[in-house]
């Protein structure tokens, strides 16, 4: 199978994973990146290595998630995946 078509499946697979993973660094728009110390008060967040996944913990609230941390998990994800994948690939050779 192709490494690059590995790589893109597993990112995918492996930002889902993590989105049952309490993270630590958020990713706004307006204050861009900020690194949490603790839980939120009412709300947990979920991603590694970005937050894109909030629950709130009040009775029928919603799940926000943040678009741009899961594209940016996505990418990053990618990226390991594809050097790892490369590095095994010479290895063999």
């Known amino acids: 199978m192709n490494k690059n078509i590995l790589a893109i ?4 697979m492996l ?3 993590t989105g049952w993973i309490p993270g630590f660094l958020l990713f ?3 204050t861009g990146f900020r690194v ?3 839980p939120l008060v009412g709300a947990s967040n ?3 290595p ?3 996944r909030t629950v709130i ?4 609230s919603p799940t926000n998630y943040h ?6 998990d996505v990418v990053i994800w990618a990226l390991v995946l594809w050097l790892v994948l490369g590095v095994q690939l010479k290895r063999r050779k």
Do not use: H, K, R
């Open 9 to 12: 499946s597993g990112s995918v």
């Open 15 to 17: 930002t889902l994973i």
């Open 28 to 30: 706004t728009e307006t």
């Open 36 to 38: 949490l110390m603790g």
């Open 46 to 48: 979920y991603g590694l």
């Open 50 to 52: 970005l937050v894109w």
């Open 57 to 60: 913990v009040y009775p029928g």
């Open 67 to 72: 678009l741009v941390g899961l594209i940016a």
